[in-house]
């Protein structure tokens, strides 16, 4: 190589350097978090294991989605920091250990055996804001034994208002905790 060539890739390689600078990740990842008060867990009944829900598709990416006035809007800059369904799950089984005492109502993923008697299973048709800024959560759950025992399947709607104190999708994921808490306490209850 003569002096020129050289001359030329090492002006290439600073140009490159100077125009291709790190780009600063400005966008916010959230997790829903359980909300029901926090006990001592002593109890190893009921035993349940809580499978991923079903959600609609359009809401199974990382992206926060709202709907307006008939289309779907994505915030790239608000990200779920794990997948939706996972979170949900997640948050299911702590409230509803947290609800009933037990140290065994985990996530399906969780067991390592078949060491549960119910296997918690979701259905969510809808869950996001309205046009009233209120969020909506709605579908079914059922809760089968494990024998195959067949179960019947519960609807619920759980509106619960949108804080306009708080940045908004800090707000609407708040929301979000608030309506699986009450999911978690009618499971809870009609279990």
Known sequence: MNHTSISVITLLAL????????????SVRHLLEP?????????S??????????IPSYLDRMQLVARKEGQLMTSHLHLWGESLDVGISRVLAS????LTGSMNIQPVESFTTLDYAQLLEVKITQFEPD?????????????????????RSHFFR????????????NARVTSMNEALVDLSQQIARQR
Do not use: H, Y
Not at 35 to 43: E, G, I, K, Q, W
Not at 49 to 54: C, D, E, K, T, W
Not at 134 to 150: D, H, R, Y
């Open 158 to 169: 759980i509106i619960v208002p949108i804080s306009s104190i708080e940045p908004a999708m």
């Open 35 to 43: 909300l029901a008060p926090d006990r001592f867990l002593t109890s």
């Open 15 to 26: 140009t490159a350097c100077s125009t291709f600078k790190p780009v600063k990740d400005s």
């Open 45 to 54: 009944t009921p035993a349940i294991a809580i499978n991923r829900p079903s």
């Open 95 to 98: 409230n509803l250990s947290r």
């Open 131 to 151: 046009t009233a800024n209120q969020m909506v959560l709605q579908g079914s759950w059922k809760l089968p034994e494990v024998s195959g025992k067949e179960t």
